[in-house]
């Protein structure tokens, strides 16, 4: 333990290394490699934080686990073999959520430095608000790939986890999935809808029938007979909500589903002429007659990795609605599927549902293999860079111990050396975003929506949770009266959740208090009526009003909530001798750390790979 | 080349995503061959015995120490005084039932030629400058990758000498836009996007010996080598003093010799600046003060981006760092150079 030896650290370090209390947000990736630099340094007071067990996809690189620990929890494992190399470090584990309100204010608070080792952004911007609110430390990590980056976050003297607004999942129109497809991913994307309105929750969103409200259908003077027509279940067709009623009374048969699904919702499709003028029209398949047929399969190449024909699309696909119909039924009578990447069954379904969709469509088949990645939101990880990062972590802590927190750097590791030969490279902190919604004296931000069509549930569950990122919000009407209108004691405010906003004389300019107690945290919110938002948009959250600018924006969500991801992100670098305008119009300035006249100008631009909480952050 | 099976693929599902099967296929063939298990060592084995390569052999003939107990993760504080390599193995092997580890007691400098030829890669850590340019030329003349590096505290740097190597460049382009901007519709734009394309390249690129490196005259006065040196990464210069001291005392300096190991270290400060003909400056007086043990955090990085190069190179899937990898914990410096094309 290099702490242990005199003359490696300057004194001042080595015993605030020795005295150091940590606490380690994850231990997976990045994590791993962490917890063994930690503990080789000479920490000896670590607390690691992992809800996750150990997957066989874990373990090219997470090299604290072996197979017979697969299924363990990550945190108890790592923490069993870490203190092999050294036994009298004192190293608690926690198999938790970091979101568990026994990690309070005053968990937080015992700790000299926070170090994340995360994967998803709701994690991260949670530990950032504690940090933030116990006022400690937090060196903040990612990788995706070859790529990784390393930040510090300390309150009053550096941009927070929030500071900057991050680009919300990557989506496409609604009308793009369900009617005129051109790429693998809308395949993918119509996929997942349909295992969810087959065997999972039923979202309206995800509806996967002909659109007959396509904006390009809009001119024609026969939408309002399309759409008449599409409820008149002429066309063999199901109306919106039935799906899996229908499914059901079919007795999830294969060859009716596949039918009224590539056959005739596609020659319904057809029927819509504008949508064909200027593309590639599709082609109809009928289950008894598929390309493919009688044909034998290569089974010389993987499984995984062979692209099916699409008669080998269809045997799977009738494989697996039985397999999912049992697994259905095993859930009891209100039991739903939820889609997961590594549940055979559910991704054989998305590859071949996928695939057939893609063959109508006149889009390249894909193997299995590239489907999982598109589905599952997978961020490529190796060892390598999750040791580098790791090791970054540490050095940016070391400095932290050493009472020089303002040298710390943003770094970023490239896959090859920028302009100034550098792999790694280091940035100046910026300063706090005084407007942040999150780390400003008073935090305060408006909500443009319509009051009259937002619920209290859809607010307190799409709007503060799902995007303001709060855990357990109480929300009070600043009225004059303290109306509470969302309150985090169960069974409080139940009776408000499907009342609209106006409802509660909530309109143009109210002000709203919220307090999440969890998290320390309060934010003012003045909301800001509108009729109508861009085209299936619900809300919109801005600084103050004069930054809302409508404009053309999509909807339906890429992915479900792909967790995997494995180890992270936020990051990318590249900077460049030239100055650069950021997307948001900002200019950065790093500091030149070379003696040359360096006026280095970093670009920062955020990269969506894609995951619901999984996002690439690119500097 | 064998295809790989349903369990490689499970296990290395999410490398074989970033860099693909043939590059697996690669890795799998490889038989390495990693000298000097210190923090360094034991960083580059952890990560190519992941990747999945075909066989490592583990080389040293020295004990494990005491200051071992900073960096060297695979040997327990139970384990000093027995031999580095056979005291690594076991945890070694754990990482990847599917590679072959074995272990070398022998002294690499009493090894004859022979012996290295059985080997793809080799990758010397703890080694004298005179034994990592001996390897080098050895290496080139038999058509072997060859990497070195070490840590010194805060310090370390790698090198690469992979004589003349193929292979394939990626890159993400688009494709010209078509039509005129302003008559860009929303759909066209969609378009564009998807016909981005992977354009794959066959590249080669030419190494330099270590030797030439290390020999390299920075004496003339002209603004061209004022320049280089000052564009020269710190570490470069700061690792060749501590490779002298390696060099004339056949040992590193240690914690446990602290007040005599630091006085040398200035005097080879000095020393080797003079004969390289830099500045002295060029090396902070107070560069010892970060310069004992091996920093684990160090290793990593270090042993990261050795370990990376190892697996670029045998993949043959994208450039390589040519040729000096040198990181300084001190200044953040983290940079590639080639001191001799």
């Not at chain 1, 589905?375 to 390598?384: D, E, F, H, Q, S």
């Not at chain 1, 990051?571 to 948001?584: F, G, K, L, Y």
């Not at chain 1, 003696?595 to 631009?605: A, E, F, N, P, T």
């Amino acid at each position: 333990m290099a702490a242990a030896m005199n003359g490696v650290f300057q004194k001042s370090l080595q015993e605030n290394i020795k005295k150091c209390k940590l606490l380690m947000v994850g231990a997976g990736g990045i994590g791993c490699e962490l917890l063994k630099n930690l503990v080789l340094t000479g920490f000896n007071d670590i607390e690691l934080i992992d809800l996750d067990t150990i997957d066989v996809s874990n373990l090219n690189r997470q090299f604290l686990f072996r197979k017979e620990h697969v299924g363990k929890s990550k945190a108890e494992v790592a923490k069993e073999s870490a203190q092999r190399f050294n036994p009298s470090a004192n190293i608690v584990a926690h198999h938790s959520s970091i979101f568990n309100s026994e990690f309070g204010l005053d968990f937080f608070k015992q700790f000299t430095i926070v170090l994340n080792a995360l994967d998803n952004r709701a994690a991260r911007n949670h530990v950032n608000r504690m940090c933030l609110a116990a006022d400690v430390p937090l060196v903040e990590s990612g990788t995706a790939g070859y790529l990784g980056q390393v930040t510090v976050i300390k309150k009053g003297l550096t941009e927070c986890y929030e500071c900057q607004p991050k680009p919300t999942q990557k989506t496409f129109p609604g009308c793009t999935i369900r009617n005129t497809p051109s790429e693998p991913i809308h395949c993918v994307v119509w996929a997942k809808h349909l295992f969810n309105q087959l065997f999972g929750e039923n979202d309206p969103d995800e509806d996967v029938s002909p659109d007959t409200e396509d904006p390009e259908l809009a001119a024609e003077a026969g939408k309002a007979a399309l759409a008449a027509d599409a409820n008149s279940d002429a066309i063999g067709g199901i109306t919106r909500k039935s799906t899996r009623a229908w499914a059901l009374e079919t007795d999830y048969n294969a060859h009716k589903i596949f039918n009224k699904l590539f056959r005739d919702d596609i020659k319904y499709l057809l029927s819509m002429e504008t949508l064909w003028r200027k593309r590639r029209p599709p082609q109809p398949l009928d289950y008894d007659n598929l390309p493919g047929k009688g044909e034998t399969v290569n089974s010389s190449v993987m499984r995984d990795q062979r692209v099916w024909s699409v008669q080998e699309c269809a045997d799977v696909f009738t494989q697996c609605l039985e397999a999912l119909k049992a697994d259905l039924a095993a859930r009891g009578e209100e039991g739903i599927l939820i889609w997961d990447k590594d549940d055979q069954h559910a991704m054989d379904f998305v590859a071949c549902v996928a695939n057939i969709r893609a063959h109508v469509f006149g889009i390249p088949l894909q193997s299995r293999f590239g489907i999982k990645s598109m589905a599952g939101n997978i961020i490529p990880a190796i060892a390598t860079t999750n040791a580098i990062i790791a090791g970054v972590i540490v050095m940016e802590s070391l400095k932290i111990l050493a009472g020089n927190i303002s040298k710390c750097k943003q770094v970023y590791l490239n896959r090859v050396p920028n302009n100034r030969k550098r792999l790694l490279v280091p940035c100046v902190l910026d300063l706090p975003n005084p407007k942040c919604y999150v780390c400003s004296a008073k935090p305060e931000c408006t909500v443009v929506l319509n009051t009259t069509k937002t619920t209290v549930r859809a607010f307190q569950d799409k709007v503060l949770k799902g995007h303001l990122n709060m855990i357990a919000p109480d929300v009070e009407i600043d009225d004059g009266k303290g109306t509470i209108i969302i309150s985090s004691e169960e069974g409080e405010t139940e009776e408000n959740n499907d009342k609209f906003l106006s409802d509660f004389a909530i309109g143009n300019n109210t002000r709203l208090k919220c307090d999440d107690f969890l998290q320390n945290y309060n934010l003012n919110i003045t909301v800001a009526h509108v009729e109508k938002l861009d085209e299936e948009k619900e809300f919109e959250v801005v600084g103050d009003l004069s930054d809302f600018h409508p404009k053309e924006s999509t909807s339906t969500t890429a992915a479900n909530g792909g967790d995997d991801a494995d180890d992270l992100i936020l990051m990318e670098s590249e900077d460049t001798a030239v100055t650069e305008t950021t997307q948001t119009g900002r200019k950065r300035l790093a500091e030149p750390h070379d003696d040359d006249d360096g006026q280095l100008v970093k670009k920062k631009r955020l990269l969506d790979v894609g995951g619901s909480g999984d996002v690439v952050e690119i500097s | 080349m064998e295809d790989i099976t349903e369990d490689e693929a499970a296990l290395y599902d999410r490398q074989i995503r970033l860099w693909g099967l043939d590059a697996q296929r690669r890795l799998r063939a490889a038989t390495v061959l990693i000298i000097g298990l210190k923090g360094l060592g034991a960083e580059v084995a952890k990560n190519i015995i992941l990747s999945g390569v075909k066989a490592v052999t583990l080389m040293d003939h020295n004990p494990v120490d005491e200051e071992d107990r900073m960096s060297q993760f695979f040997v327990s504080g139970a384990a000093i005084g027995q031999n580095r390599a056979e005291a690594s193995a076991p945890q070694a092997q754990l990482l990847n039932p599917m590679v072959t580890v074995t272990t070398d007691t022998g002294n690499p400098d009493e090894k004859d030629e022979n012996y290295f030829t059985q080997f793809d890669v080799i990758c010397a850590t703890c080694c004298p400058p005179s034994l990592q340019t001996k390897l080098d030329k050895l290496c080139f003349q038999h058509n072997i990758k060859f990497f070195s590096g070490d840590v010194f505290g805060f310090y370390g740097f790698t090198f690469t000498d992979l004589g003349t190597h193929d292979y394939l460049h990626e890159e993400v382009k688009k494709a010209p836009a078509k039509g005129k901007e302003e008559n860009k519709s929303k759909e066209d734009e969609e378009k564009s996007k998807a016909s981005e394309e992977v354009v794959i390249t066959k590249e080669q690129m030419v190494f330099g010996r270590l030797e030439d490196a290390l020999t390299f005259d920075w004496s003339a006065d002209t603004p061209e080598m004022k320049r280089k040196i000052r564009q020269t990464p710190t570490s470069f210069f700061i690792t060749k003093v501590y490779e002298e001291f390696l060099q004339q005392h056949g040992r590193r300096p240690s914690t446990f010799t602290l007040e005599a190991d630091t006085k040398e270290l200035q005097n080879l400060r000095i020393q080797v600046l003079n004969k390289l003909g830099v500045p002295a400056k060029v090396v902070p007086e107070d560069f010892y003060l970060y310069g004992f043990g091996e920093l684990s955090p160090v290793c990593a990085i270090v042993g990261g981006v050795l370990g990376q190069e190892i697996i670029t190179a045998v993949s043959q899937k994208g450039a390589p760092l040519n040729n000096f990898f040198l990181y300084n914990g001190v200044n953040d410096e983290a940079m590639v150079d080639t001191i001799v094309p």
